[in-house]
């Protein structure tokens, strides 16, 4: 079983920053890619960045540019930098770890962005 642990949400201004983590409890060489995604209130939950085991990342079209999905083996965490959040980028942040059996979640962490 793999547990997440997800922390660095909260309220910031449209403009601002804030880094998620998310702590794994085995190593990025169990995990096959780590997700981010997200959730607003009445929406469906979207991938907004994904990075492999090989280290090579996507992001969706609406965070290009803005957010920025990166990794420390040694510590098994995974981070998104959110830069220029918008109002829009509003909404509960989930982690994913993706194996070779199952998928495993985060508990979601809130980010909310105020115009």
């Known amino acids: 079983q793999v547990q997440l642990v997800e922390s660095g949400g909260g309220l910031v201004q449209a403009g601002g920053s804030l880094r998620l983590s998310c702590a794994a409890s085995?190593?990025?060489?169990?995990?096959?890619?780590m997700e981010w995604y997200r959730q607003a209130p009445g929406n469906q939950r979207e991938s907004v960045a994904r990075?492999?085991?090989?280290?090579?990342?996507d992001y969706a079209d609406s965070v290009k540019g803005r957010f920025t999905i990166s990794r420390d083996n040694a510590k098994n965490t995974v981070y998104l930098q959110m830069n220029s959040l918008k109002p829009e980028d509003t909404a509960v942040y989930y982690c994913?770890?993706?194996?070779?059996?199952?998928?495993?979640w985060g508990q979601g962490t809130q980010v909310t962005v105020s115009s």
């Open positions: 990075i492999t085991r090989s280290g090579s990342t």
């Open positions: 994913k770890a993706l194996t070779g059996y199952s998928d495993y």
């Open positions: 085995v190593t990025m060489f169990s995990i096959n890619a």
